[in-house]
Nanobody, 116 residues
Framework: QVQLVESGGGLVQPGGSLRLSCAASGIIFSNYVMGWYRQAPGKQRELVADISNGGSTNYVDSVKGRFAISRDNAKNTVYLQISSLKPEDTAVYYC??????????WGQGTQVTVSS
């Protein structure tokens, strides 16, 4: 059974930082592209960042320079360091694992709220 378990969300003031973590089980983690998506109220889920099994990263323009995705294959964990947070970053952040012909998996999400 595949499980992706996110943690690290919370309430933070504008300009603050958080580190989100996603622990994976039930997959050969190193074979999967790992990503973070977010969904704000009333909006569609969007890709924030992803990282290939080789370590190549990709970011949506709105978070470039503020967010950093990384992975630790030994710990089956992907991270999202989020800094210089803005109110518009408020959303539920979801972990995603995908591999062609093997499927796509989602975590349950972790809430990030940016407010003073």
């Amino acid at each position: 059974q595949v499980q992706l378990v996110e943690s690290g969300g919370g309430l933070v003031q504008p300009g603050g930082s958080l580190r989100l973590s996603c622990a994976a089980s039930g997959i050969i983690f190193s074979n999967y592209v790992m990503g973070w998506y977010r969904q704000a109220p009333g909006k569609q889920r969007e890709l924030v960042a992803d990282i290939s099994n080789g370590g190549s990263t990709n970011y949506v323009d709105s978070v470039k320079g503020r967010f950093a995705i990384s992975r630790d294959n030994a710990k089956n964990t992907v991270y999202l360091q989020i800094s210089s947070l803005k109110p518009e970053d408020t959303a539920v952040y979801y972990c995603n694992a995908r591999r062609i012909r093997y499927g796509t998996y989602w975590g349950q999400g972790t809430q990030v709220t940016v407010s003073s």
